[in-house]
């Protein structure tokens, strides 16, 4: 059964610190790991990666995959209030259905405070 | 813009009746995908909609519990049957994108509350 783990599971941090959380997984056949933000419902993307070593960056936040070592950690910098969020990782694999499908860590609440 | 529109955004329902939770997309997707999130639990997949064919249920879930139905290549509905307090979670749908952008984008959510 495909195993995705997610630590620490909560984080509070002072404005302006840098947070790196991370993603441990197993998961038979795997195709890519996918990194959410989830401030209410619904989970927005942040990054998709397939390729072990090749960071991805948006703003203050990066991200690395290491396919060897299965895990991948996402980096937040110069943390704001904004960023406080429950931040979601998923690894990507074959499903029942033929296709894809992803399965869940169960998230690291990050908690910015003023 | 939005790419897939869900509704209702939340409802409080009575134990032992059932909910219709509908996914619009705003173009052609394959398969159509249905999570729920427990309250402080991560995302699980309930199933995967392929439109012409049944939806295929994770372990866990069934058919008669949630019915899907997919009938064109924009549109699915997941129902929550005979529900108990059990059921009360946030219900999500989502469809791959691409793989640079977006990944997988999910529907805003249904907050189903059971009482």
């Known amino acids: 059964e495909d195993k995705v783990v997610q630590s620490p599971l909560s984080l509070v941090v002072h404005e302006g610190d840098t947070v790196t959380l991370n993603c441990s997984y197993e998961v038979t056949n795997f195709r890519s790991l996918l990194w959410y933000k989830q401030e209410k419902k619904a989970p927005t993307f942040l990054f998709m990666l397939?390729?072990?070593?090749i960071e991805k960056k948006s703003g203050r936040l990066s991200s690395i995959l290491d396919k060897k070592e299965l895990f991948s950690i996402l980096n937040i910098t110069a943390t704001q209030t904004g960023d406080s969020a429950v931040y979601l990782c998923?690894?990507?694999?074959?499903?029942?259905?033929?296709?894809?499908?992803?399965?869940f860590g169960k998230g690291t609440k990050l908690s910015v405070i003023p | 813009s939005a790419v897939i529109s869900q509704k209702p955004s939340r409802d409080i329902c009575q134990r032992g009746t059932s909910l219709t939770i509908q996914c619009q997309v705003d173009?052609?997707?394959?398969?159509m995908f249905w999570y729920r999130q427990q309250p402080g639990q991560s995302l699980t997949l309930i199933a995967t909609a392929n439109q012409g064919s049944e939806a295929t249920y994770e372990s866990g879930f069934v058919i008669d519990k949630f019915p899907i139905s997919r009938p064109n290549l924009t549109f699915s509905t997941l129902t929550v049957s005979n529900m108990s307090p059990e059921d009360s979670s946030i219900y999500l749908c989502s469809v791959f994108r691409d793989r640079e952008m977006h990944g997988y984008t999910f529907g805003s959510g249904t907050r189903l509350t059971v009482v």
């Open positions: 998923a690894v990507e694999g074959p499903s029942g259905a033929g296709s894809y499908q992803l399965t």
């Open positions: 173009s052609q997707v394959t398969m």
């Open positions: 397939t390729s072990s070593g």
